[in-house]
Structure formats: structure tokens, C-alpha cells
């Protein structure tokens, strides 16, 4: 069963992570706006989708350290986005965000090769903590 990201002081200090190039993968705007800001005052890159077809397509052309996908979205779920993307590319590391989640679920995940799963409501310094681990594998 997937477990969630370790507490920030875990893994280090954010500056002392490797920086990436991330996708954030959500149906609603103000998350993506408010993860972009967050993510890039660590010093990532990040790449916006508002849809898992968008996603599939960027992933498809653009080159990612890692995607961090909302599970519960219209049309294609974070499931479904992160199979069609490992089926491109296989090395892609894939963490899904979830409030929706059940133990089974969780097995579905991983069986399909979820990184990890943070769970909504999530705060940033675990979100950091989960990204820096992700970059770190």
C-alpha cells in the first residue's frame, strides 16, 4: 500500500533538493496558480495542465522529472492520466494528489506505478518534502 510523503525534516531542506522540471496536473485553476508559485519559489520549472489530455500531450512532447497529478478530475482521472503517460515514458515519476482515496485505491495506484500519493488536504512543507524525495529517487 502507498504510504503518504514523510514529514519535510526527512528529507532536508528544499534548498538542499534537487531542482526539477514539474508538471501539476488539476482541473481547477486557483491550485494551479497557487502550486505553480509554490513550486517555483523552490526553484523548480513547472509546467501547468488543466486536464490529464493535456497532460498526456505535454508529457508526450516535453521533457518531465516528475508529474503531480489531482486524482479526482472531469473526463480523464489521475489514474487514467498517469497510465496513458507511463505508457509514453515509463521513467516518469508520478505522484497523484487525492482526498478521494480508499485502501483500495491506494493498491490500484501503486499497481500502476504511482510514486507516491499526497493526501488533500495536504500542507506545503509536506508537499515540498514528497517533491524532494520524488526528485531524490
Do not use: C, W, Y
Not at 513550486?39 to 493535456?54: F, M, N, P, R, Y
Not at 500531450?57 to 521533457?63: G, L
Not at 492520466?81 to 515509463?90: F, L
Not at 501503486?110 to 509536506?126: E, I, M, Q, Y
Request: no cysteine; glycine share 8%; net charge negative.
Amino acid at each position: 500500500m502507498l504510504t503518504p510523503a514523510p514529514p519535510a525534516g526527512e528529507v532536508g531542506t528544499p534548498s538542499a533538493a534537487r531542482k526539477g522540471r514539474i508538471m501539476i496536473v488539476d482541473d481547477d485553476p486557483a491550485l494551479l496558480d497557487a502550486l505553480e508559485f509554490a513550486l517555483s519559489l523552490q526553484g523548480h520549472e513547472v509546467v501547468k495542465a488543466d486536464s490529464g489530455t493535456v497532460a498526456v500531450a505535454i508529457a508526450r512532447d516535453e521533457s518531465l522529472d516528475l508529474v503531480l497529478t489531482d486524482f479526482k478530475m472531469p473526463g480523464m482521472n489521475g489514474l487514467e492520466t498517469m497510465i496513458a503517460i507511463k505508457e509514453q515514458n515509463p521513467s516518469i515519476p508520478v505522484m497523484i494528489v487525492t482526498g478521494f482515496a480508499s485502501p483500495e485505491m491506494f493498491d490500484d495506484f501503486k499497481r500502476h506505478g504511482a510514486l507516491s500519493v499526497v493526501r488533500k488536504p495536504f500542507n506545503l512543507s509536506d508537499l515540498f518534502a514528497a517533491v524532494g524525495q520524488a526528485l531524490q529517487a
